[in-house]
């Protein structure tokens, strides 16, 4: 006799076989030009257009695996090292990123909006989170004692002298947004510092009182540092947009200088200019 639940069972697979492999051709068809071979570009970069294409377009999922190396290869017909070179493209460009033992991934393409004020008003990432309803969390990475040797804060003149150096890092619903350092000009007391693991330094400054005397902020774009590039996760030369701040604040001013490095794909910054249409 004949299992009729076998073969129904093979029928269904057959189908599911049939129509995956359906799909795949309809995708291969789509973001493989038939003269993907022939075109006078390099391999490696009509890899990565096809990659980004799909990326782009939802096929390949934000935080799912793309396919492996070996299986990529063998679909655009290349080798594992125009193909790897494909991928290192697109995670300087920010689209994806390696996770050891795991895989290549699709990065989150939304942007962290960090707002700013016409008049530069003093405030920071936190009121951004809130606003978006996102989670922020700080994380005090040191607190020592040294001069400023940052080129970026040059143009702020800042005094030949000891300050207390600040490290920390910000997480927006837990992705690393902000490497920070600041420099605040001592003397500083204890519970000041101890008030710097859970917030920022312009948060303690309000809660005591203290009015800003003066308010600088320079933007610009700058490879990562050697800390930034660890603590952020980027690689060597990924651009990143940077921050440089400085205010004073108080009777008797206590003067911070800091630079606040982000990677591009991961934050924006909006400036509001409707305070300035009157003035």
Do not use: W
């Not at 290349?78 to 390696?98: H, N, Q």
């Not at 960090?114 to 008049?119: E, L």
């Not at 320079?218 to 603590?231: E, H, S």
């Amino acid at each position: 006799m004949v299992n009729t639940a076998n073969v129904k069972a093979k029928l269904r697979r057959s189908r599911s076989a049939q129509v995956k492999r359906s799909n795949l051709a309809a995708v291969s068809s789509v973001s493989q030009p038939s003269n993907f071979q022939h075109s006078s570009r390099p391999l490696h970069e009509m890899v990565r257009i096809t990659l980004q294409e799909r990326i782009r377009s939802g096929f390949y999922g934000k935080d799912l695996a793309l396919p492996s190396v070996p299986a990529l290869a063998e679909e655009f017909g290349v080798s594992a090292i125009t193909l790897k070179r494909a991928l290192r493209d697109l995670k300087m460009a920010g689209l994806v990123r390696s996770v050891a033992g795991l895989g290549t991934f699709v990065r989150e393409q939304e942007r962290f909006v960090h707002d700013m004020s016409a008049a530069l008003k003093l405030f920071g990432s936190k009121e951004d989170a809130l606003r978006s309803s996102r989670s922020l969390r700080i994380k005090l990475l040191s607190v020592s004692k040294s001069e400023i040797h940052e080129p970026a804060l040059l143009p702020f003149k800042p005094p030949a002298q000891i300050y207390l150096r600040v490290e920390k890092m910000v997480f927006i619903d837990e992705i690393p947004l902000i490497f920070d350092r600041a420099f605040i000009s001592q003397p500083v007391d204890e519970e000041f510092v101890e008030a710097l693991g859970s917030r920022f330094i312009y948060e303690i400054v309000r809660e005591r009182k203290m009015p800003i005397v003066s308010n600088r902020i320079l933007i610009d774009a700058a490879p990562a540092n050697a800390d930034a590039q660890a603590t952020l996760g980027i690689p060597d030369g990924y651009p990143t947009l940077r921050r440089c701040y400085h205010f004073a604040a108080g009777a008797k001013p206590m003067r911070v200088y800091g630079i606040a490095t982000s990677p591009f794909d991961r934050v924006v910054c909006s400036l509001d200019l409707s305070e300035s249409i009157h003035t």
